[in-house]
């Protein structure tokens, strides 16, 4: 019952290293997002992406890019990682037509030290 | 930006007792949605409302999407252990936006009574 899932659920980087998250969803839809949920702050939207090679800035798209090569591939990169990065990122996909619900995936969780 | 206020931020239970949750905003909402989160895991949904004043209910959980479309909640009845996680609420823009149209609420943490 394989639905959204994440390259990684730990994960530790140093400061300045490059990172990589990976998100795949098996669900064929046509919507992909990257949040980072941190304690009293909540999910907040990193990156979105309606359509393969696209993609739209959330919330907070400071420090972070996006790729999605494939439909199935979401992909977010720290150019060069830094401790207040340290967050559970989680991954999540819907519906181009409804658009409404995330299923979502078990979330990375990653440290920079 | 648009914000969602939900409440309680946090609230203890005991084995039994009936939970209540809302969540607010100035804002209008096409839908709304309600998701449980276990630690460690991604929030799976709970229950989804489409219309304004809709009442679902989803085995021990029943859920409005109040008249002004601004609001919701979420009750639990005669709450379990496994009850316990955190709970968001979301609701959609009638837009789109930054936010990908979904905006969620910063989460009502739900722990067992010591």
């Known amino acids: 019952d394989v639905k959204v899932t994440q390259s990684s659920r730990y994960l530790v980087k140093r400061t300045g290293e490059k990172v990589f998250l990976e998100c795949v969803q098996d669900m064929d839809h046509e919507n992909m997002f990257w949040y980072r949920q941190d304690p009293g702050l909540g999910l907040r939207l990193i990156y979105f992406?309606?359509?393969?090679?696209?993609?739209e800035k959330g919330d907070i798209p400071e420090g972070y890019s996006v790729s999605r090569e494939k439909k199935e591939r979401f992909s977010l990169i720290l150019e060069s990682a830094s401790t207040n990065q340290t967050s559970m990122y989680l991954c999540?996909?819907?519906?181009?037509?409804?658009?409404?619900?995330?299923?979502f995936g078990p979330g990375t969780r990653l440290t920079v030290t | 930006g648009q914000q969602l206020n939900q409440s309680p931020q946090s609230m203890f239970i005991q084995e039994g007792e009936d939970v209540s949750m809302n969540c607010t905003s100035s804002?209008?909402?096409?839908?709304w949605l309600w998701y449980k989160q276990d630690p460690g895991e991604g929030p799976v949904l709970l229950i989804a409302l489409y219309k304004a004043g809709e009442l679902t209910s989803n085995g021990r959980l029943t859920a409005q999407f109040g008249i002004t479309r601004k609001d919701s909640f979420l009750n639990i009845s005669a709450s379990i252990p496994s009850d316990v996680g955190i709970y968001f609420c979301a609701g959609q823009l009638p837009y789109g936006g930054s936010q990908g149209n979904l905006i969620f609420g910063k989460g009502t943490k739900l722990s067992v009574k010591p």
């Open positions: 992406s309606y359509d393969v090679k696209m993609k």
């Open positions: 999540a996909s819907s519906l181009l037509r409804s658009g409404v619900h995330r299923d």
């Open positions: 804002s209008i909402f096409n839908t």
